[in-house]
């Protein structure tokens, strides 16, 4: 298995660009997440997914868009780029059941301008 | 609403223990989490409790959980140079679903 893959790992972007972060996981979890991370705030949930056609918004979600048309991808928009999306980041998926262990993929560093 | 508090910073030389603190909000928490993230790299998963043990110890680590007082925290014992990295605590919230409160991380420099 190779987890929960993310593409790219490094982004460089004008503001008002738009562009789409990509998270695909082989371990056929129905539920997945996106994380961004900010220096001293942890990690803070934009967005989240309890399985294929369910989203549903977390903490921080304005300026992103989220789909799951299947179980292994859930990909993130940035329709419009501003200075302030400027992080880190994660996807993750979590496993149902005990302990609902989340596993968390490399990271987006994403810098806007 | 929900909110998960850390101290920032952690000292400690080679050898000694480590004890890293978390309090939370949500009392209906079902599990309590601890990451590690070393650094360039994503979260590593070091261990959890359920809502309802007092004590986890699985190898070095040893997470306590005050239930009353919502206070969770981390012991490494014999703490190594590689241990060094940024630790969070983390709720699980909204049930089962992989919605996670994060800490701030608490970073562990552990000195030779």
């Known amino acids: 298995n190779a987890g929960v893959t993310q593409t790219p790992k490094f982004q460089v972007l004008k503001t008002g660009q738009s562009m789409t972060l990509q998270c695909a996981q082989d371990m056929n979890h129905e539920y997945m997440s996106w994380y961004r991370q900010d220096p001293g705030m942890g990690l803070r949930l934009i967005h989240y997914?309890?399985?294929?056609?369910?989203?549903d918004q977390g903490e921080v979600p304005n300026g992103y868009n989220v789909s799951r048309s299947t179980t292994e991808d859930f990909p993130l928009r940035l329709l419009s780029a501003a200075p302030s999306q400027t992080s880190v980041y994660f996807c993750?998926?979590?496993?149902?059941?005990?302990?609902?262990?989340?596993?968390f993929g490399p990271g987006t560093r994403l810098t806007v301008l | 609403g929900e909110d998960v508090e850390q101290s920032l910073f952690l000292s400690v030389r080679e050898g000694d223990s480590s004890v890293i603190n978390c309090t939370y909000t949500d009392s209906s928490s079902t599990y309590l989490y601890w990451y590690k993230q070393e650094p360039g790299a994503g979260l590593q998963l070091l261990t959890y409790?359920?809502?309802?043990?007092d004590m986890k110890q699985d190898q070095r680590l040893t997470v306590l959980l005050n239930k009353k007082d919502k206070h969770l925290s981390l012991r490494i014992a014999d703490t190594q140079t590689g241990d060094s990295a940024i630790y969070f605590c983390a709720e699980s919230t909204g049930g089962n679903t992989g919605k996670l409160i994060f800490g701030q991380g608490t970073t562990l420099q552990v000195k030779p």
């Open positions: 997914s309890v399985g294929a056609g369910i989203t």
């Open positions: 993750a998926s979590t496993l149902a059941g005990r302990g609902g262990t989340q596993y």
């Open positions: 409790i359920f809502s309802n043990m």
